[in-house]
């Protein structure tokens, strides 16, 4: 990952990337270790600076408008190893290490746990923890 001083000395590097209309662009999370995909969230400017600076994963929530620092509530941080940009400069890649294993709000490793089998989505990966115990009950 790159200084952190860098990029508080240097924020154009957010100029290169293409955001989307609403300003977000789509982020994957990756483990660096396994290569496993944990999850996709969306970044703004400012979760990218964050993250960059700050070395743990903060996305933006569209759902409730505001930034979302990965595993505030559960404690599931996500300590970044590395920040990619593709080739068409519209996704960023994190790879990151994932703090208790459990990157969903369902309690599972990945977010991508089902897979299409016969025509429907079956679950492949299972449940870790209880997202109540996790987030407590509603």
């Not at 294993?101 to 923890?129: M, N, Q």
Request: net charge negative; hydrophobic share 35%.
């Amino acid at each position: 990952m790159q200084n952190s001083s860098d990029t508080v000395d240097n924020p154009g590097w957010l100029d290169a990337i293409r955001w989307n209309a609403d300003g977000l662009v789509p982020a994957i999370a990756q483990d660096a270790e396994s290569g496993d995909i944990l999850m996709m969230a969306w970044m703004n400017r400012e979760s990218l600076r964050l993250t960059a600076e700050e070395g743990h994963a903060i996305y933006w929530s569209r759902s409730r408008g505001k930034l979302w620092r990965k595993g505030e509530t559960s404690g599931h941080q996500q300590v970044i190893k590395d920040i990619r940009l593709d080739c068409d400069e519209d996704v960023i890649l994190l790879k990151v290490e994932q703090k208790g294993g459990i990157a969903c709000h369902t309690g599972r490793r990945s977010c991508f746990y089902r897979t299409l089998k016969d025509g429907e989505w079956t679950s492949v990966e299972p449940v870790l923890k209880d997202p109540d115990a996790i987030y407590g009950s509603n």
